[in-house]
């Protein structure tokens, strides 16, 4: 069983995100690399509200091919190429995730090897399988 914490011994905590998972020992565990703003034509947007949803979309695709849920994402970590972006990433956020609040990391950078991409949303999905 996953269990989401946030210690009372951390004062800090940005909306919508916990500190920490735990996990059963028995689980299927899928780990999700970086997935850009790009639609299944190839394309990539110039706006970046419509990049952060397409990634977001493409990690959604990815969890439901290795036959799980968007329940079962545990950690997204958010790389943007824009400066003070957060608040717009966080919008998309809860439009595409809902309630969901898996563990996250937000980071602001300066380019991808792709000029085009202004964002990469990695994760990790578990399922425990005892039940």
Do not use: C
């Not at 920490?20 to 190839?42: C, D, M, T, W, Y």
């Not at 966080?90 to 602001?108: F, I, S």
């Amino acid at each position: 069983m996953k269990r989401f914490f946030m210690p009372a011994q951390i004062a800090w905590s940005a909306p919508g995100q916990s500190h920490g998972v735990a996990h059963g020992a028995v689980f299927k565990r899928l780990l999700i690399s970086g997935q850009p703003g790009v639609n299944e034509a190839g394309e990539v947007p110039d706006d970046l509200e419509t990049q952060i949803g397409l990634a977001f979309e493409n990690v959604l695709k990815v969890v439901e091919a290795g036959q799980m849920t968007a329940e079962d994402i545990v950690r997204i970590g958010a790389y943007v190429a824009a400066p003070r972006a957060y608040a717009l990433f966080d919008r998309v956020r809860t439009r595409k995730l809902g309630a969901l609040n898996p563990v996250a990391t937000y980071v602001e950078t300066a380019g991808f090897s792709d000029a085009r991409w202004r964002v990469l949303i990695d994760a990790e999905a578990i399922r425990d399988q005892s039940s």
